[in-house]
């Protein structure tokens, strides 16, 4: 039986996953954490999902603010998750290890959507893109964002081989447009060679038509250091 690539990407970090906090330590990375993090604001006794959560980076971070909120950490590999809820006692964390695309979120029921580090591994952008604005609530903020440029990204990918080996973030301006026809507004997108940042925010109530599409576009500033 074919299994298809999902799973083959699974494995993948279901491998990765007890070397993870090695290969990506977290303190190395606070300045990209909290320089995404201050772009969606206050947190407090919001309901967040952490898209791709690994082995709980985010959570660290995104714990200590969250007042009365919950943190819905989606994650399809049960390795991966395995380490996070290690980690994170915590009753306000909801782990879901699934795919994003059949989480079994709510629609128009999460305040924030983060994506850090994890956007080139879906199959199927819109799709995903989609699926993050039925969840969000009118005017709700969605952020993808890496501490790294993608044309490093792609490098560190390819050399890694096998079903991620050609995983890549498309130009900014390319994720902004996804973004735009799958019912966001795009507040602000950026990349340089060590970084890539987009936030957008769910369309207004008045903005989306009956089957959640757009009924309108708006435009946003496209900076690239590149
Ligand atoms: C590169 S890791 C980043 C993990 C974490 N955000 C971090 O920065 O440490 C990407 C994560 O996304 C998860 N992932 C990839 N595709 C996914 C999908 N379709 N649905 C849910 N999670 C997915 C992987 O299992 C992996 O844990």
Excluded at 52 to 66: D, I, N, W
Excluded at 148 to 158: E, P, V, Y
Excluded at 182 to 200: K, M, R
Aim: charged share 25%.
């Amino acid at each position: 039986m074919s299994i298809g690539p999902f799973v083959d990407r699974r494995a993948v970090f279901d491998d990765l996953a007890a070397r993870w906090d090695t290969l990506c330590p977290a303190g190395a990375q606070d300045e990209a954490v909290e320089r995404g993090l201050a772009l969606v604001g206050d947190i407090e006794d919001r309901v967040i999902v952490d898209v791709g959560c690994g082995t709980g980076l985010l959570e660290s971070y995104l714990v200590p603010h969250l007042g009365c909120g919950r943190l819905l950490a989606l994650d399809s590999s049960p390795a991966m998750m395995a380490r996070a809820c290690a980690k994170h006692d915590d009753r306000r964390i909801e782990w879901l290890c699934r795919d994003v695309r059949d989480a079994g979120i709510d629609t128009a029921s999460v305040d924030v959507v983060l994506c850090y580090n994890t956007w080139p591994h879906f199959e199927d952008p819109a799709g995903v893109a989609r699926e993050l604005a039925r969840w969000l609530r009118p005017g709700a903020p969605c952020l993808v964002w890496h501490d790294i440029g993608r044309d490093r990204l792609a490098a560190l990918h390819a050399e890694a081989g096998g079903p991620i080996a050609g995983d890549q973030l498309p130009p900014i301006r390319d994720l902004a447009a996804i973004f735009r026809t799958s019912g966001f507004v795009v507040a602000s997108a950026e990349e340089d060679a060590n970084s890539y940042t987009l936030l957008v925010s769910r369309l207004a109530e008045t903005q989306i038509a009956q089957d959640g599409t757009p009924r309108g576009e708006s435009g946003a500033p496209i900076r690239t250091g590149r």
